[in-house]
Nanobody, 120 residues
Framework: EVQLQASGGGLVQAGGSLRLSCAASGFTFDDYAIGWFRQAPGKEREWVSCISMSDGSTYYADSVKGRFIISRDNAKKTMYLHMNSLKPEDTAIYYC?????????????WGKGTLVTVSS
C-alpha cells in the first residue's frame, strides 16, 4: 500500500524553526519528485516546495523562498522540509506529496498532514 506520512509539526514561536519529515513506502521513491503543500485556516491549499528525483533540483513558492529548505534521503525513503524564520502566516496543515516531476500538473500520491502552528 502506498503511504506518505508527514510528521514533525507542532507549536513554535515566530522566528523559530521546525523540521518536517515525510516517510514513504509502497512505491519506488527514487522515481518520484517529492514536495509539500499546505493549507492554512480559511485559505485554499497551496504548493510550498518540491525536490526533483533526478538531479535534486529544488523549487520554492515565493512565500517561503530563503526560509525553507527541502531535501530528500532516498536510502531512508524520507523527505524533509527545514522551516526557518517561521511566521504566523506559515501556520497550516502541511501535506507531503509525490509526482512524476516537479513540473507535473497532477499529484500521484498524497500523504497525511501534520499541523504547524506559529505563534506571534
Amino acid at each position: 500500500e502506498v503511504q506518505l506520512q508527514a510528521s514533525g509539526g507542532g507549536l513554535v514561536q515566530a522566528g523559530g524553526s521546525l523540521r518536517l519529515s515525510c516517510a514513504a513506502s509502497g512505491f519506488t521513491f527514487d522515481d518520484y519528485a517529492i514536495g509539500w503543500f499546505r493549507q492554512a485556516p480559511g485559505k485554499e491549499r497551496e504548493w510550498v516546495s518540491c525536490i526533483s528525483m533526478s538531479d535534486g533540483s529544488t523549487y520554492y513558492a515565493d512565500s517561503v523562498k530563503g526560509r525553507f529548505i527541502i531535501s530528500r534521503d532516498n536510502a531512508k525513503k524520507t523527505m524533509y522540509l527545514h522551516m526557518n524564520s517561521l511566521k504566523p502566516e506559515d501556520t497550516a496543515i502541511y501535506y507531503c506529496a509525490a509526482a512524476r516531476a516537479c513540473t507535473a500538473l497532477h499529484v500521484d500520491y498524497w500523504g497525511k498532514g501534520t499541523l504547524v502552528t506559529v505563534s506571534s
